[in-house]
């Protein structure tokens, strides 16, 4: 049933495709068409139109190959730099805990979203604010016992105060403590 709900979806999302520069075709030929006022106008609005339409559809079908015609259309409507402005970008030194610590047991990747906790460490999991940052590094892994100088983008930051250069946080999984950041470059 999932499997086709899938295919519908991505049927729309093909006919949304084609139908795009099929409309865009028709317009200018419509327009070539009312400026020449006769049967070539006619014959240039419909071969403008059907160039549209036979490129829509050998768009659509790339799209459709490479990623999906949905996944296509909800990447070129989303609005990423409007839909977050708060976003706050920082370079900071962050050190995993080893697993004796409680720290992380198998190493992460980069672009890896954890929470982070501001606030007093003695005062861990009381009025702590939580957010969410996505960290990136040049590494292929991340180490429990390890510290890097990484980049963290702070998502929907607007819970954040007084973000400057030496201000800690805690990094968790969940509410299991995995490491401590530091701010060193905003």
Not at 21 to 47: A, E, K
Request: glycine residues 10%.
């Amino acid at each position: 049933m999932n499997k086709i709900f899938e295919i519908i979806t991505e049927i729309f999302g093909f006919i949304a495709i084609v139908l795009s520069p099929t409309l865009l075709g028709l317009g200018i030929g419509f327009i070539s068409y009312n400026y020449i006022g006769n049967t070539l106008g006619i014959v240039i609005w419909i071969i403008i139109g059907l160039l549209g339409f036979v490129f829509g559809i050998f768009f659509a079908f790339q799209k459709w190959k490479n990623g999906g015609t949905v996944h296509f259309l909800s990447r070129i409507s989303a609005t990423p730099e409007l839909e977050y402005p708060d976003d706050i970008l920082v370079k900071a030194r962050i050190k995993l805990l080893s697993e004796q610590e409680g720290g992380i047991t198998i190493p992460f990747r980069t672009k890896v979203r954890p929470n982070h906790y501001f606030g007093v460490k003695e005062e861990f999991g009381k009025n702590m604010i939580t957010n969410i940052g996505e960290i990136t590094f040049d590494d292929e892994f991340f180490y429990a016992n390890e510290t890097k100088d990484v980049y963290v983008r702070f998502l929907w930051a607007q819970n954040i105060k007084d973000i400057t250069v030496g201000t800690k946080w805690i990094i968790c999984f969940g509410n299991r403590k995995i490491g401590e950041g530091e701010i060193i470059e905003i």
